[in-house]
């Protein structure tokens, strides 16, 4: 008996460089249009070619090439196309310029491999699908100039385990999260509106959700088939639900609110029991503020800053549309006890009062209930005001000192203003987001208190504490 074998294959591969790349000469620059799919390994694309700037790649260039390993994009290049990179199988690393201010539809769609990828912090647009099945992706951080994630940007990202999104960030849209199955926690951040339907659904690595008070809409199914997830915190009113939500929680899910807090009825939400208890502060040492912007017509002229008194920026906005007049509200956190200092900004000098309209804009800042401060009108090219916002002092901690002999530090002592027999934790975090509870048993004492980090970290690059009451 015969045996015969057919076997397909490819052209040979070969190291890629420029000579695989096409391109077309359109004026005074270069667009890159496709590349040799049989190319492999590293790729990067030159800065000019034919002593022409390179600074377009069109949709699809590297579509399917399927054993490029790593890929440098140059600097003058303002966007990544649509499907740009898409099924490039092989694919480990890219390195994005500054330059790119938008990433399009699936641009890194289905890159299997794809394990090393920034995002530039000038990214403004970051759209639908673009890292969608890339099933090893490990985190991912989203620059602060990105205000919406969008449909399915990381579906089927299996191995997702860390993403770390902008506070200005307003909106997560339908799918953005579908079956990242590993992604253990979601920080959402203060100043997002909605989460679209199927946002997280089959995130089953999810034990518990904080829902900030800015949330008013969950879409369909947002958090259905999530298995572990046994806890939903909502800081604020309750949102409006969509079909489903919490379709598929395990057994024994919770919801917590507030005591008081509207729109929770009876010991039911969503399919889900109700119980009112304490939502924590996860920055009982910061104050979460807001700015509430009503433009006149010339929106595009009106900017604003809050800063304390070193001079750091902890908030800012603008410019807005012109001829809207709906109210643009930004929350973000600031440090008690601290001069603070609101600065608005007109750029044609007639503050927000347009010389030949009737409509007035006003500014507001907020903690809580309590406006600190309020402005509008003809102002000219600024208008300021300063508040300083009173500290809890049960909070406060008093100093930090290293321990130790000969120069190496063995522990710090966290000593904070504290009561008699209270109950605080001491948490430690890198980068004021995700924070790690070193202890949640410290009785207090009269007075001050005092905690040791006998596991200190000494890398160089900085640590934060903070300390909250548990009970009294």
Not at 134 to 156: D, E, Q, W
Not at 161 to 173: A, H, Q, S, W, Y
Not at 174 to 202: D, K, Q, W
Not at 398 to 408: A, D, K, L, M, N
Request: proline fraction near 5%.
């Amino acid at each position: 008996m015969l045996a015969f074998a057919l076997v397909l294959s490819g052209p040979p591969l070969h190291a890629a460089d420029i000579n695989d790349l096409v391109y077309e000469i359109r004026g005074d620059a270069v667009t890159i249009i496709g590349c040799d799919t049989a190319a492999s390994g590293d790729l990067v694309i030159p800065s000019e070619i034919e002593e022409k700037p390179v600074t377009t790649i069109s949709f699809e260039a590297f579509m399917n090439c399927g054993s490029l390993t790593g890929v440098v994009i140059p600097e003058g290049i303002s966007a990544i196309s649509k499907g740009t990179f898409a099924h490039c199988r092989s694919l480990r690393f890219v390195v994005i310029p500054e330059s790119v201010t938008s990433i399009w539809e699936g641009a890194f769609a289905y890159c299997t491999a794809l394990v090393d990828i920034d995002l530039p912090d000038n990214l403004r647009n970051l759209e639908r699908d673009v890292f969608l099945s890339c099933t090893n992706l490990p985190s991912m951080r989203i620059p602060a100039r990105v205000k919406y994630l969008s449909t399915g940007v990381f579906a089927h990202c299996h191995n997702l385990t860390n993403v770390i999104l902008p506070e200005r960030m307003t909106r997560i849209g339908n799918n953005a999260f579908y079956e990242c199955l590993a992604l253990p926690e979601i920080n959402i951040p203060i100043n997002v509106e909605s989460l679209g339907l199927e946002s997280f659904m089959h995130c089953e690595s999810l034990t518990s959700v904080r829902i900030p008070e800015s949330v008013t809409g969950l879409g369909n199914g947002c958090f259905a088939f999530c298995r572990n997830l046994g806890s939903v915190m909502f800081e604020g009113e309750a949102p409006d639900l969509g079909l489903g939500v919490f379709f598929g929680l395990p057994a024994g899910a919770t919801v917590t609110h507030a005591a008081g807090a509207a729109g929770f009825h009876g010991n039911n939400f969503g399919g889900l029991a109700a119980v009112e208890g304490e939502v924590p502060d996860l920055n009982p040492s910061m104050a979460r503020v807001k700015v509430t912007v009503n433009p006149d017509r010339d929106g595009s002229e009106t900017t604003w800053e809050v800063t304390d008194e070193s001079g750091r920026i902890h908030g800012s906005g603008g410019p807005y549309f012109d001829f809207s007049f709906n109210p643009e509200v930004f929350r973000f956190l600031v440090p008690y006890n601290q001069i603070l200092r609101i600065t608005v900004h007109d750029a044609q000098g007639d503050g927000m009062g347009h010389l030949t309209g009737p409509h007035l804009g006003t500014w507001s800042f907020s903690h809580g209930a309590t406006v600190l401060a309020s402005g509008g009108g003809h102002f000219g090219f600024e208008q300021t005001g300063a508040v300083i916002i009173p500290g809890p002092t049960g909070l406060a901690i008093i100093s930090v000192t290293g321990e130790g002999t000969s120069g190496e530090l063995t522990s710090f002592n966290i000593t904070f203003a504290s009561n008699q027999g209270w109950t605080y934790a001491v948490d430690r975090s890198r980068d004021l987001g995700t924070w790690e509870a070193l202890s949640t048993t410290i009785t207090g004492e009269e007075g001050a208190t005092i905690f040791a980090d006998n596991d200190p970290i000494l890398d160089g690059k900085g640590v934060f504490y903070r300390v909250r009451e548990v009970s009294d």
